[in-house]
DNA sequence: GACAATGTTACAGT
DNA sequence: CACTGTAACATTGT
């Protein structure tokens, strides 16, 4: 599902492809492409904002003309023939278009939290710890909240989802029900650093096709592949011995080693 | 029918 | 009271 890695080579690829090309029907250009949290902002002249969440299953892709798909939700005609479509099966996805001002405005990015690129070793133990100011203004953590519910917050911390939640822990050693009240310095460092190398890696590899999630010209990312727990339940750890658990965290499934993520 | 997924909201429980 | 966790919701292919 497209997190931030995936978003992230979303707009890195839809760059080249679409900026300075004009969006016919609102006649206006196309001057930026930005990743904020799990969303991509395209800035147009005039101020306005076209912005997009794939949520679940959405794609942004670049397609002829004259190409249908019944998955297609919207289409935006490009001055270079081309159509900008976002492809979205389950209808989970959101799309914004207004002055930029007021699609900020939306509650999304209105809570969204520091980018979990930008999170430094001392913004993540202040987080953690509750300290210093109410950081971002709409923060979520508690003491005795588990620390995988604490990742996908995105008024935490924007970007992380399910799988590298999962990976980022496991990499850590940490268990997902941790209490983030009872982490330490020494782990605090270890997870900033695992949090970083697994969404850089992803990155690298243009992102996790699961289920049917393609670049905008239709290529596939390496991440899914190399992935260590998620959705790899009753399978041997890559640490130890043990197998790998799935258990309902936070709503969600969770995938982790119980013998080497630490409680 | 159950399930998977995201992010928001409502609500029951501590 | 403040904080937690859980469930429900939007949807549809498997």
Redesign the pocket.
């Known amino acids: 599902?497209?997190?931030l890695p995936e978003v992230e080579t979303t707009v890195n690829k839809l760059k080249p492809l679409i900026k300075g090309k004009r969006i016919l029907e609102f006649d206006k250009k196309i001057l930026d492409l930005e990743r904020r949290?799990?969303a991509i902002l395209i800035h147009l002249t005039g101020n306005y904002f076209l912005a997009f969440?794939q949520?679940?299953?959405g794609k942004l892709l670049i397609v002829d003309r004259n190409h249908h798909d019944?998955?297609i939700r919207r289409r935006f005609q490009l001055s270079d023939g081309k159509d900008l479509a976002f492809h979205d099966?389950?209808?989970?996805g959101v799309v914004w278009y207004g002055p930029a001002k007021k699609v900020l405005e939306d509650?999304?990015f209105k809570?969204?939290g520091e980018d979990a690129l930008s999170v430094g070793l001392r913004g993540l133990k202040d987080l953690l710890k509750g300290n210093n100011p109410p950081s971002p203004p709409y923060f979520?953590?508690?003491?005795?909240?588990?620390i995988k519910?604490f990742l996908?917050?995105?008024?935490n911390i924007a970007g992380i989802?399910?799988?590298c939640a999962d990976e980022i822990l496991w990499k850590a050693k940490i268990h997902p029900?941790r209490?983030i009240?009872s982490l330490t310095d020494k782990e605090i460092k270890i997870l900033w650093r695992a949090l970083r190398s697994v969404l850089l890696l992803s990155i690298k590899l243009g992102g996790s096709s699961m289920r049917d999630w393609l670049h905008p010209g239709g290529e596939s990312g390496g991440y899914f592949e190399k992935r260590t727990v998620?959705?790899r339940e009753g399978e041997k750890c890559g640490r130890c011995e043990n197998k790998i658990l799935r258990k309902?965290?936070?709503?969600?499934?969770g995938y982790f080693c119980p013998k080497c993520q630490v409680v």
């Open positions: 599902m497209p997190e949290g799990k969440h949520r679940m299953s019944k998955y099966v389950r209808r989970f509650n999304y809570t969204l979520k953590g508690g003491k005795r909240e588990g519910s996908l917050n995105q008024k989802g399910n799988i029900e209490q009240s998620y959705g309902k965290i936070a709503g969600r499934s």
